[in-house]
Nanobody, 114 residues
Framework: QVQLVESGGGLVQAGGSLRLSCAAS????????VSWYRQAPRNERERVAT???????QYVDSVKGRFTIARDNAKNTVYLQMNNLKPEDTSVYYC????????WGQGTQVTVSS
């Protein structure tokens, strides 16, 4: 059974940083494609960053240069380091992978105050 558990969200001032964690079980993150998505109220869910099994990384343009996705194979965890946060980054952030079906974490709230 695949489980993804996010943590690390919170309230931060603009310009601050947060690191989100996605602890996985039932799937080996180093052999999978894992993405971070976010969804703000009244907005569609948006893919923010992806890391695949070869280590290839992609970002949405709005976070390039500010966010970094990485994984710790020993901990089977994927991280999203978010620097220079902006109020428009305020969203619920979700971890996602596909292994014989779609798997989402429960989400973690990130709020950036101006």
């Amino acid at each position: 059974q695949v489980q993804l558990v996010e943590s690390g969200g919170g309230l931060v001032q603009a310009g601050g940083s947060l690191r989100l964690s996605c602890a996985a079980s039932g799937v080996i993150v180093s052999r999978s494609v894992v993405s971070w998505y976010r969804q703000a109220p009244r907005n569609e869910r948006e893919r923010v960053a992806t890391i695949d099994s070869s280590g290839t990384i992609q970002y949405v343009d709005s976070v390039k240069g500010r966010f970094t996705i990485a994984r710790d194979n020993a901990k089977n965890t994927v991280y999203l380091q978010m620097n220079n946060l902006k109020p428009e980054d305020t969203s619920v952030y979700y971890c996602y992978t596909w292994v014989r079906g779609h798997h989402w974490g429960q989400g973690t709230q990130v709020t950036v105050s101006s």
